[in-house]
């Protein structure tokens, strides 16, 4: 049985009057990839949302390698290396590649360490030094997920949230993304994988959870998810 | 004097009012592009730059005398002094009002004008204040022009200013950050980047400028007042739009067009230098008609 590395207890959130999380508990152990699947609106980013600090709690908790972080502002969460990938990736359009992925290692004073940490996200994204010049924008759907995962990767995070990360991508580029996941995975980052895609990410994941309307309604090893027949029913297409 | 003497007597007096003009419209742009604030209290501090560069400088040149190592030091103090007092505006008025209705945090800001420059009329009785330096007028001719030292030295100042600038905008990480803040502010928190620090960081910078500017209208006009603010204020917005407002580029570039502009629009026929505001201004009616972006700015795009 490996460490927990995060653990939601009762945790809900608002906005204004709408009830986004209804009490949600969920554990991510250390080195696993754990996904929340969802339809739209479920409450699966807000979850997210809600553990990077974006968004605040109105209850429950959220505890990372053990300590309370329900209260901290999000800049001060990326310091205890738990990274959110935002849906819609929001890389910096204006700022080159590089700048992009220098921004990622904002909390770094090391430019030693910046710079070996930058050749490691060019080793894993060639595409990524080639343009390294180029402003985000320039960058093709693929190539910007690409960025906005290596800019992730510059924090060296220990857990790695990921909203959406195929969306709006072909298939051939979403088998990709998927492989990175798993590299990463495999180099020692545990991942909170968000997806709409729930083929792809119960091929990836350990562990799943069904969010329905902000309420946890399902949970289990990727493997039973994919047999079970009322996942397959709404989120694999029967 | 000859045309060329004319053109290049205008070409002088065009570049140190558009140095002056740049350097306020920075902190224009600068702000907008982080908070989409038009920041109407920027042209008062300019003006308390002035006049806080005038009290060092009245204890300093005791010591070192009114040259230009006392003037240096006065800017020094009082570009660190303004920008401060640039911060403190930012925490107590403007922070609050970040997530709320737009014109609430404009109106906010005519309101700092307001307090700004009524507090420096009550504190000089509303009078022209002598900005005595003991800079001459030596300089070179250049045919029947004469240019002083005081001019060459000002729009060098300008010059270094504005290479600092963008040395610190271009390869320090607050300079990235900030430029990151104006894209994505959610973004910057995830990178683990204090927005409300970078904000406050941003306020200084801009405001440090205006004081600089303030002191080295101070030195050039030999007077200062506490309404000196509010036309150069103005007109530092609209080189700041003419530039493309939220561009930094375009902020030193509409400071020097509008600038040259004006200097070449007093020697129009039929139009003297007392028309010069009516001629800035309706360039920027003119712009926002045929080109609402400015020199740089660009049109929002949305892209998924």
Not at chain 1, 109 to 119: A, L, Q
Not at chain 1, 182 to 201: H, S
Not at chain 2, 31 to 41: M, P
Not at chain 2, 275 to 280: L, P, Q, R, Y
Request: glycine share 12%; proline share 2%.
């Amino acid at each position: 049985m490996s460490d927990v590395i995060l653990r939601l207890q009762n945790l809900e959130t608002h906005y204004g009057k709408i009830h986004a999380l209804r009490g949600i508990n969920l554990i991510v152990n250390e080195g696993q990839i754990v996904t929340i699947l969802g339809s739209n609106g479920a409450g699966k980013s807000t979850a997210l949302k809600t553990i990077s600090g974006l968004v605040q709690a109105s209850a429950g908790t959220v505890e990372f390698m053990g300590q309370d972080i329900t209260k901290e502002l999000p800049h001060n969460i990326v310091e205890t290396g738990l990274i959110h990938v935002p849906e819609g990736r929001r890389i910096f359009r204006d700022l080159t590649v590089q700048e992009n992925l220098d921004l990622g290692a904002y909390t770094l004073n090391d430019d030693v360490e910046r710079r070996k940490r930058m050749h490691h996200v060019f080793d894993m994204f060639p595409i990524l030094k080639e343009r390294r010049k180029q402003d985000g924008g320039t960058l093709s759907g693929g190539e910007q997920q690409m960025l906005a995962i290596g800019r992730a990767m510059m924090v060296e995070p220990k857990l790695l949230l990921l909203d959406e990360p195929s969306m709006g991508l072909a298939p051939i580029i979403v088998q990709e993304i998927m492989k990175i996941i798993r590299t990463l995975n495999k180099e020692g980052t545990t991942i909170l994988l968000v997806e709409q895609n729930a083929k792809m990410a119960l091929k990836l994941a350990d562990y799943g959870y069904v969010l329905e309307t902000g309420e946890l309604v399902m949970e289990g090893y990727g493997t039973e998810l994919k047999e079970d027949e009322s996942i397959v029913k709404a989120y694999l297409g029967a | 004097m000859s045309t060329f003497d004319i053109f290049l007597q205008q070409l002088v007096n065009g570049l140190l009012l558009g140095s002056f003009y740049s350097l306020i419209a920075l902190g224009y742009s600068m702000v907008y592009g982080i908070i989409k604030l038009l920041n109407f209290a920027h042209g008062d501090i300019y003006m308390a730059g002035a006049f806080v560069g005038l009290i060092a400088l009245s204890f300093v040149s005791g010591i070192v005398g009114a040259g230009w190592l006392g003037i240096l030091i006065s800017m020094v103090f009082s570009m660190i002094a303004v920008g401060l007092l640039g911060v403190l505006i930012q925490r107590a008025a403007y922070r609050p009002l970040l997530n709320a209705p737009r014109l609430s945090i404009l109106i906010t800001a005519i309101g700092v004008s307001l307090v700004l420059y009524n507090s420096v009329m009550v504190l000089t009785d509303g009078e022209f204040k002598a900005f005595t330096t003991d800079l001459g007028f030596a300089g070179v001719g250049l045919g029947n022009v004469h240019i002083t030292y005081t001019q060459i030295i000002l729009v060098l100042a300008t010059a270094a200013l504005m290479i600092s600038l963008n040395l610190f905008i271009s390869k320090t990480k607050y300079g990235k950050a900030m430029r990151a803040i104006a894209l994505d502010k959610d973004a910057c928190r995830l990178m683990g980047i204090n927005v409300n620090k970078i904000i406050a960081i941003t306020f200084f910078i801009g405001s440090a400028l205006a004081a600089a500017a303030g002191i080295m209208a101070g030195v050039y006009y030999g007077s200062i007042h506490f309404f000196m603010g509010f036309v150069l204020g103005l007109k530092a917005f609209t080189a700041a739009v003419i530039g493309g407002i939220g561009s930094i580029p375009g902020a030193m570039i509409g400071g020097l067009v509008l600038g040259l502009l004006e200097a070449a629009g007093t020697q129009l026929p039929f139009i003297g230098s007392e028309w010069k505001d009516v001629f800035a201004f309706s360039i920027l009616i003119l712009l926002l008609v045929f080109k609402p972006t400015g020199i740089l700015g660009k049109t929002e795009t949305e892209r998924m």
